[in-house]
């Protein structure tokens, strides 16, 4: 009797082929068993199988661990912002009210070991902002500068109630040392070629003990009373808009994106149903083009119309 596998298995049989390792040939052995037809003509290869993966199970369990890499923090959400700063500017505190992630907060300096992640909403945009060991110039946390420069947006938070002018100074310093120049250019400004480029937000903390406001380029927060917390994480949402915006395809994070971009998809689906007709086509265009400028500002309705009229030779 024929086996008739079929293309789910082919596929999850190709797979097992190109597999790196034992646990992606056993996730591929699993796919092959789950999707392949049970019937007497596969009895032979169902056992086969099974014997494979019964000796890649102990092959498995058998190898050592691998080492959780705690300074890779994996990006989510619209944008990864990565608070760096020295010893007791409330990098924890600011995280912690922002996201209320479980991150350890106290008086005392080096309270972060190891960089922790959390999710700050404003409106339907959610932004991770990164809590990270404090930098001095004494001592860097070997992998943390990875953390740093995989994250989109950097914020150096400084003490507006201490030495803020003495906090900056020692983490540009430290970024200098190392071949990194920040800059407050968008994400999408920055030349892409350039890895030592990074885009820098200054975090002003601890107004509400402040002798003296701060300068204006800094984003003046309070992490204690809440104060500036918001308006920080809708700036990091606009930054991470405009960065979606002109950059890479990237996943789509606010309602109004979505809804603009459905609309668009289902003009363009009834564009393709069209025949014989192509002043019905040029109208689906029109308002598929009206709902893309809503979201880039960039398409001109009346020039697209402009070339599909000249196209079909008939009056506007």
Do not use: W
């Amino acid at each position: 009797m024929p086996a008739n596998l079929t293309p789910d298995y082919e596929r999850a049989e190709a797979k097992y082929r190109e597999a790196a390792d034992d646990e992606q040939r056993l996730e591929a052995l699993r796919e092959m068993y789950s999707v392949m037809p049970k019937h007497k003509g596969t009895e032979k290869l169902q056992a086969e199988l099974k014997r494979k993966m019964s000796h890649l199970r102990k092959a498995v369990s058998r190898a050592p661990r691998k080492q959780q890499d705690v300074f890779h923090v994996p990006k989510a959400g619209a944008g990864q912002v990565v608070l760096v700063g020295t010893p007791n500017v409330g990098k924890s505190a600011l995280v912690l009210k922002a996201t209320g992630a479980h991150v350890k907060v106290a008086e005392y300096p080096f309270t972060t070991v190891v960089p922790m992640p959390g999710m700050a909403q404003f409106e339907d945009t959610q932004i991770e902002l990164v809590d990270t060991p404090p930098l001095t110039a004494e001592h860097v946390t070997p992998g943390l500068m990875g953390t740093i420069r995989h994250g989109d947006i950097i914020g150096i938070v400084i003490d507006a109630a201490g030495a803020p002018l003495d906090d900056a100074q020692t983490v540009l310093g430290i970024f200098e040392s190392r071949e990194m120049t920040v800059s407050t250019r968008p994400v999408q400004d920055l030349d892409p070629s350039d890895p030592g480029q990074a885009c820098a937000l200054l975090i002003a903390n601890k107004i509400d003990i402040a002798p003296a406001p701060p300068r204006p380029e800094g984003q003046a927060i309070s992490a204690t009373t809440g104060e500036g917390v918001a308006a920080l994480v809708d700036l990091l949402a606009d930054k991470a808009d405009a960065a979606l915006a002109a950059g890479e395809p990237a996943v789509i994070t606010r309602a109004r994106h979505r809804a603009e971009l459905d609309a668009a998809a289902e003009a363009l689906h009834r564009y393709q149903g069209v025949r014989g007709r192509p002043e019905l086509k040029a109208e689906e265009l029109r308002i598929a083009a009206r709902h893309l400028g809503r979201l880039t500002g960039r398409i001109d309705v009346e020039e697209v119309l402009g070339a599909i009229f000249s196209e079909f030779c008939i009056g506007k």
